[in-house]
């Protein structure tokens, strides 16, 4: 624990400010404070063994604490720190920022996890049978869209429950079970004397033996909103917090390569990381209590 009172008092300031908000800045939310404070405590800690107040930490004291940290665990420590340093700047309580340079890496929007608002969206779009097969194979299998679009008849085996996607094999999900089953009535239905023999065709393709073209899911999907990498990405980082950031897991579950499946295993920890920090703050005078009137 800090015991340091420069950085005692100064860190509480700032977490009321957080929480409370005051002329110059809205509240947060209790989970951003959390997560701030989570952030920042093991490097305050650290720094407080050899140093007094803030004032005295430097640019090399922030650039050693944040070179072992990676991913979302290194974004939300800066982001942490730069709130931090500006609030103690503004208030006169240390003289330079050691944060002013600090910059955040951008992390690929298809390694984060979706918000809730993107899956209703996604909902609302993807009503006709054929768009809901699509974003269900991505949502549940990580089917990537050329592997959906190259999909054939001859990759499905409905009575046992099994689907090759880009040749590899595994389990068929209960949701693209039954889109695909929604489906597959439709096709016949349509187009009953087709010799296509990929699962999406449309009135072009049913003429042919060809798969649809890009072209078709930019259509029906991209152009409306629906990120197919987007989807695809949420499944893969949704097994690898719920099983563990295991990248060989990953690469044999969704057939990935070694370099993808390492990068959201490392996500899936930092974000692991960042949930285990906010569950273990202390519950003392470090955590503000929000002031009443």
Same mark, same amino acid.
């Given at each position: 624990m800090v015991s340091t009172a420069g950085f005692a008092s100064d860190v509480r300031a700032w977490l009321l400010v957080l929480l409370d908000g005051d002329s110059r800045a809205k509240p947060r939310?209790?989970?951003c404070v959390y997560v701030y404070?989570?952030?920042v405590r093991p490097l305050l800690e650290n720094w407080a063994t050899t140093r007094g107040h803030l004032r005295e930490i430097t640019?090399?004291?922030v650039t050693a604490a944040l070179s072992p940290l990676r991913g979302?665990?290194?974004r939300n420590a800066i982001a942490a720190l730069r709130s931090l340093f500006r609030f103690a700047k503004k208030r006169?309580?240390?003289f330079a920022n050691p944060t002013t340079r600090l910059r955040m890496e951008d992390i690929p929007r298809s390694l984060l996890p979706m918000t809730d608002a993107e899956?209703? /969206? +996604?909902?609302r779009i993807a009503v006709p049978s054929a768009q809901r097969l699509i974003v269900a194979l991505a /949502? +549940?299998?990580a089917a990537r869209a050329t592997a959906i679009r190259r999909l054939t008849l001859d990759d499905l085996d409905l009575p046992n429950r099994r689907i090759t996607i880009a040749g590899h094999g595994q389990r068929l999900g209960e949701l693209p079970h039954q889109t695909l089953l929604t489906w597959l009535d439709q096709r016949r239905a349509t187009w009953p004397k087709t010799l296509n023999r990929h699962v999406l065709i449309n009135a072009k393709t049913a003429l042919g033996t060809g798969p649809v073209s890009p072209e078709y899911l930019k259509r029906h999907l991209l152009h409306q909103g629906v990120y197919l990498e987007r989807i695809r990405g949420d499944r893969v980082l949704h097994e690898a917090l719920t099983v563990g950031a295991d990248p060989l897991h990953l690469a044999l579950v969704f057939n990935l390569s070694h370099t993808t499946a390492s990068s959201y295993a490392a996500i899936a920890q930092n974000l692991l990381d960042d949930t285990a920090a906010v569950e273990e703050?202390?519950?003392n005078q470090w955590r503000p209590r929000r002031r009443t009137s």
């Open positions: 939310s209790h989970a404070f989570g952030g640019v090399t004291d979302w665990q290194r006169g309580l240390i899956v209703l /969206a +996604v909902q /949502a +549940v299998h703050l202390p519950l």
